[in-house]
C-alpha cells in the first residue's frame, strides 16, 4: 500500500511542476499562452489539487476517475505538437490571438512547451497506472 500511495505523490509532484513551470512562463516570462496551452492547462492545474488530496489521504481508488485527465492532456499536447513540427497550412495553426505554431522555447531542436507537457502528462499517467496496479 505505501508504495502505491508512494505513486500518487510521483504523480503529484509532476502536476505541481508542470503546473508551476507553466505560471513561470505566462507570469514571469510574459509567454502568452495559445488555446492548444489552455487546453492543456485546463487538463493539468486540477491535478495538483485532486492528486494532493488523495496522496494525503491515501486514496488510491480514485485512479480510474482521475486518469482521463492525463490521458486527454496528452492528447493535445500530440496534437500540438504535430501543428509545431510538421509543414502545414498557416490556417490550421491561428487558433487564436497567439499562433499554436509559435514555439518560444526550442531546445535542441525537439524540446518545446507542448513536449515538455506531453512528458508531464504521460509521467502522471504512467504513475497513476502503478499506483493502481
Not at 49 to 76: C, D, Q, W
Request: hydrophobic content about 55%; proline content about 5%.
Amino acid at each position: 500500500m505505501k508504495r502505491k500511495v508512494a505513486w500518487l505523490y510521483v504523480a503529484w509532484t509532476a502536476a505541481v511542476i508542470a503546473t508551476g513551470a507553466s505560471l513561470f512562463l505566462s507570469e514571469i516570462w510574459h509567454f502568452t499562452p495559445c488555446e492548444l496551452c489552455w487546453y492543456q492547462r485546463i487538463f493539468m492545474y486540477p491535478l495538483v489539487i485532486i492528486l494532493g488530496i488523495a496522496a494525503h489521504r491515501r486514496k488510491t481508488h480514485i485512479v480510474p476517475y482521475i486518469m482521463p485527465l492525463p490521458l486527454v492532456g496528452a492528447s493535445i499536447s500530440i496534437y500540438h505538437i504535430i501543428i509545431q513540427k510538421i509543414p502545414h497550412d498557416t490556417g490550421i495553426a491561428a487558433c487564436g490571438a497567439v499562433s499554436c505554431a509559435d514555439d518560444y522555447l526550442n531546445w535542441f531542436g525537439w524540446l518545446t512547451i507542448p513536449m515538455l507537457a506531453l512528458t508531464a502528462f504521460l509521467m502522471i499517467a504512467l504513475s497513476l497506472w502503478l499506483a493502481r496496479r
